[in-house]
């Protein structure tokens, strides 16, 4: 569950569930699972950010790690269905969705560590124009004390 406030007076409350069966295979861990969400705004504001009053969805997703000592993984691919609503009075709109997620990490001695992690998601695949997308990229470098 999560509760989030917006610098515009905005807020948004979600929650997120998601079983998964997990694997290992040659020293990969692989999962399997579905994610359910729910989320509300207080209001739509239309101020450059994605704000339904009412948004729920459901995923399959695959992830999978790997950690080899100094160098390793992670990803994950999630493929669904999402649902929204942005008033009251409006309909309904339902599209199907993709995203996913990886991370690459190499520790570089004791105390450093480096990661370049990208992200990204189409969330309106039948329609990309209704739907919104996005994507992100960092790299982070941790020096521990």
Not at 22 to 27: H, L, R
Not at 40 to 61: C, I, K, M, W
Request: overall charge negative; glycine content about 10%.
């Amino acid at each position: 569950m999560h509760h989030h406030d917006f610098s515009d007076r905005n807020s948004s409350n979600s929650i997120q569930l998601a079983p998964e069966y997990d694997s290992q295979i040659f020293g990969l861990d692989l999962g399997l699972g579905c994610r359910l969400r729910y989320m509300a705004f207080e209001r739509h504001t239309l101020n450059g950010y994605y704000d339904p009053l009412v948004s729920y969805g459901q995923q399959v997703f695959m992830d999978a790690a790997y950690d080899a000592g100094r160098f390793y993984f992670s990803f994950d691919v999630a493929r669904g269905r999402g649902t929204s609503k942005n008033s009251v009075t409006s309909t309904a709109a339902s599209d199907f969705s993709g995203e996913s997620a990886g991370t690459l990490g190499w520790r570089i001695s004791e105390r450093v560590l480096a990661e370049l992690t990208a992200s990204g998601g189409d969330y309106g695949l039948n329609y990309p124009v209704k739907g919104w997308t996005q994507m992100s990229t960092a790299l982070r470098v941790k020096y521990s004390f």
